[in-house]
């Protein structure tokens, strides 16, 4: 069985400022881990993704993420927040059963950004 | 462009009436998805299919129907059953089902059932 939890469900920034979302999962195998980013009323756009090469992994528009296994997390961040961050973002945990390829969506960390 | 399209943007629909989702893809993906997505409740799978002609529950199944009768194609159709239609459904697809591989989502479809 495999879970995911993200510890925020609403983030609030200052543009310019670091961000941080939190996430934690739970897997019976070595996971694959993702963070997508939902704009309102849009689907889902990849930003980064960990499958067991280097631990610190860079995504689009400054964004990265460290898996850290002792941890059981897998953390989004970026050094400066920018107003088009502002978003809803899934963690998001895959590991391969019995029944193939199985994606598990956290509920969503929504980001505020304010000037 | 390729990509992932999904028709229409926003769809209504009385109570009872079956509606069928579009959901069409041309980067040559074998596997295609189907999640629905409810406030504060991430995404929830409701049907995938691996290759064409085959086709798997996800955990939310009940009330929905699906076809794969081509490779770029997977519509989906909410019937009368589905206690609780109203929502964004949301259709993906990704290479292979193997491991590691991300999945590529289209802009989505908000259903409303009055």
């Known amino acids: 069985a495999q879970s995911v939890t993200q510890l925020d469900s609403h983030v609030s920034v200052s543009e310019g400022t670091p961000v941080l979302l939190r996430c934690n999962y739970s897997s019976s195998y070595s996971p694959s881990l993702f963070w997508y980013v939902q704009h309102p009323n849009k689907g889902l756009q990849l930003l980064l993704k960990y499958t067991s090469a280097a631990t610190l992994v860079k995504g689009i528009n400054g964004f990265e993420a460290e898996f850290k296994k002792s941890e059981t997390s897998f953390h989004l961040t970026k050094p400066s927040a920018h107003m088009s961050d502002a978003a809803e973002y899934f963690c998001v945990v895959s590991a391969l059963t019995g029944g193939g390829n199985k994606l598990t969506f956290g509920t969503g960390t929504q980001l505020k950004v304010e000037l | 462009d390729g990509g992932i399209t999904q028709s229409p943007k926003y769809l209504f629909r009385k109570e009872g009436q079956n509606v069928t989702l579009s959901c069409e893809q041309n980067?040559?993906?074998?596997?295609m998805y189907w999640y629905r997505q409810d406030p504060g409740q991430g995404l929830r799978l409701i049907y995938y299919s691996q290759i064409v002609n085959d086709f798997q529950k996800g955990d939310i199944a009940e009330g929905y129907s699906v076809s794969r009768e081509k490779k770029e194609s997977f519509p989906l159709t909410v019937t009368s059953a589905q206690k609780n239609p109203t929502a964004f459904y949301l259709c993906a697809s990704s290479t292979i089902t193997g491991f590691g591989y991300e999945q590529y989502f289209g802009p989505g479809t908000r259903l409303t059932v009055t």
């Open positions: 980067l040559n993906h074998d596997a």
